[in-house]
């Protein structure tokens, strides 16, 4: 079988096995089993997605690396981000995981039984936007509608609707005042079926018309 029609089945396999919309143009990803994907996903590019589960609508651009991470509906990853970082122990004599994890597979078989968690799950809420080239501390919740900066490494929780940048990361505001913010958590717009989102979609694209709308 020619090489190029045999990577465009193994595309096309993968594709269908995770019920994702669409593949980018490379074929080097590595998607484990262990991920589920809700209607509408996306990976932009080669990426790597491990234990993680994506909302509705949600895409990862090229070069991302994915890691036990819960990821809401309406997601935005920019390219080259990770998410979900692994965490050495700094309290141990050595910080390399041949003296902490039973891998035998990759010749970690020092000791027969993990001493230490070096992932912990990740979330991502509803509609958040993570810019190009972004670290995600594994453990970190972003709250729903949050936006995080291109380049920013993030080790702490982020709030609902705040915009975030920096190493650390840090709040450097927050997109909408806090009623705007609490009707919009209180909508939980992103829960609505797919008919409702296609009457409502002008409206999305203003806050106090999208607000109004929900009264009526």
């Known amino acids: 079988m020619p090489h190029g029609v045999r990577r465009a089945l193994l595309r096309q396999r993968l594709r269908k096995r995770h019920g994702l919309r669409s593949l980018g143009p490379e074929f080097d990803y590595w998607i484990a089993d262990n991920n589920t994907f809700e209607t509408g996903c996306r990976l932009g590019g080669p990426a ?50 041949y003296f902490y994890r039973s891998l035998p597979h990759i010749g970690y078989d020092l000791v027969t039984e993990d ?10 809420g509803h509609d958040v936007w993570i810019g190009h080239g972004v670290i995600v501390k594994g453990g970190v919740n972003i709250g729903h509608g949050a936006i995080i900066g291109a380049g920013s490494v993030v080790t702490r929780d982020v709030p609902p609707y705040a915009v975030v940048a920096g190493v650390p990361a840090r709040v450097l505001r927050y997109r909408f005042d806090e009623p705007t ?23 999305l ?7 109004a709308a929900l009264e009526q």
């Open 48 to 97: 790597y997605v491990s234990g993680s589960s994506f909302g509705a609508f949600s895409y990862v651009e090229v070069g991302c690396r994915v890691s036990l991470t819960d990821i809401g509906r309406f997601c935005s990853i920019g390219p080259f981000s990770t998410i979900g970082l692994a965490d050495h122990p700094d309290h141990f004599v050595s910080t390399h995981p």
């Open 115 to 124: 001493a230490h968690q070096d992932i912990t799950k990740t979330t991502l």
């Open 181 to 203: 913010i609490d009707a919009l958590l209180a909508s939980r717009w992103w829960d609505r079926d797919l008919e409702w989102l296609k009457r409502n979609a002008d409206k």
């Open 205 to 211: 694209r203003d806050v106090e018309a999208f607000l």
